[in-house]
């Protein structure tokens, strides 16, 4: 996959490191740690020679991590993948092909399963995660990521 910290760190990127650094990766990586709905937004684009059999292999090893994702206790780190195809018709999508929505119940569920580059230390990350980052970065040209906390609101 291309490298995520290859430019300087986003402002949101170097909080999350500077954070990682101030309570330690125990706690930071921790179940409790920050409890509320986080979503993790990941867009690919595919490398053109990927075929459509390798495109479909990433994204079943993707969705896949719903349930292989899991803490050395054997404990769930996903709530759920959804996954679909780019289908707007905005032309606002900068080539992007795929898109993946995880769900994690905490920020340490979250920082546990991204892992690199925020978390280095293998007692501290998602080995799943880890596999499938080794594994799917040959296929993919462009990788974005957003994450951010649920904040719910209904219309009455």
């Known amino acids: 996959m291309p490298p995520a910290l290859a430019m300087p760190p986003s402002p949101a990127a ?6 990682a650094r101030r309570v330690g990766l125990a706690r930071f990586t921790a ?15 595919f490398n053109p020679r990927a075929t459509q059999a390798e495109r479909h292999e990433v994204t079943k090893r993707f969705v ?8 050395p206790n054997g404990a769930a780190v996903v709530v759920s993948i959804e996954t679909g195809p780019q289908m707007s018709g905005e032309n606002a999508d900068i080539g992007l092909e795929q898109a993946y929505l995880v769900t994690f119940r905490s920020e340490g569920d979250r920082n546990f399963y991204v892992g690199s580059p925020i978390v280095s230390n293998p007692q501290y990350f998602d080995p799943a995660h880890n596999a499938f980052k080794s594994f799917a970065g040959s296929y993919l040209e462009k990788v974005v990521v957003f994450d951010f906390p649920v904040m719910l609101t209904t219309q009455n």
Not at 14 to 19: A, K, M
Not at 64 to 71: E, H, P, V
């Open 14 to 19: 170097q909080h999350v490191l500077d954070e």
């Open 31 to 45: 179940p409790d740690f920050k409890p509320g709905l986080i979503r993790h937004v990941v867009m690919f684009r």
């Open 64 to 71: 896949a991590l719903a349930s292989l994702s899991r803490r």
